[in-house]
């Protein structure tokens, strides 16, 4: 069985989807290929991060505590699913790159892509750390 995933890298619930399908899968015992498809939830976003509460904020005209209390209520459903999401540290930006960085591993050694791509939702999401660009 092939399933196609459509994510980007910076959507919490796409961790937090790709976990749940990963303990689902688990519990059958079926020959499963999970492809990437990149999909940017912003592709006009710039190259050079800002915080992402911040522009949260800005894009839904709320407050910079309001933004925080919705990634609280995020961060609430990725603990129960095991992540240890912080993304009062998360910067947002454009996706391009780490994408086209996935599709290439994944072209070249697929077996590599999930747990790329499982590197990657933590470094951004548990640990804050910038996926951008090979300088961040």
């Given at each position: 069985?092939?399933?196609?995933?459509?994510?980007?890298?910076?959507?919490?619930?796409?961790?937090?989807?790709?976990?749940?399908?990963?303990?689902?899968?688990?519990?059958?015992?079926?020959?499963?290929?999970?492809?990437?498809?990149?999909?940017?939830?912003?592709?006009?976003?710039?190259?050079?991060?800002?915080?992402?509460?911040?522009?949260?904020?800005?894009?839904?005209?709320?407050?910079?505590?309001?933004?925080?209390?919705?990634?609280?209520?995020?961060?609430?459903?990725?603990s129960a699913e095991g992540l240890?999401?912080?993304?009062?540290?998360?910067?947002?930006?454009?996706?391009?790159?780490?994408?086209?960085?996935?599709?290439?591993?994944?072209?070249?050694?697929?077996?590599?892509?999930?747990?790329?791509?499982?590197?990657?939702?933590?470094?951004?999401?548990?640990?804050?750390?910038?996926?951008?660009?090979?300088?961040?």
């Open positions: 069985m092939r399933i196609d995933v459509w994510a980007d890298l910076v959507c919490p619930w796409c961790f937090i989807g790709k976990r749940r399908l990963q303990r689902a899968l688990e519990d059958y015992n079926v020959d499963v290929q999970i492809v990437h498809r990149a999909f940017q939830l912003d592709p006009t976003a710039s190259t050079h991060s800002e915080p992402t509460v911040d522009h949260l904020a800005a894009k839904y005209g709320v407050s910079r505590e309001q933004a925080l209390e919705m990634m609280s209520e995020v961060t609430e459903v990725a240890d999401y912080h993304l009062d540290k998360t910067m947002t930006g454009n996706t391009r790159d780490v994408h086209r960085f996935v599709l290439w591993a994944q072209d070249t050694k697929p077996e590599s892509t999930q747990p790329l791509l499982t590197d990657l939702y933590s470094a951004y999401f548990e640990k804050g750390e910038r996926i951008f660009t090979v300088e961040d």
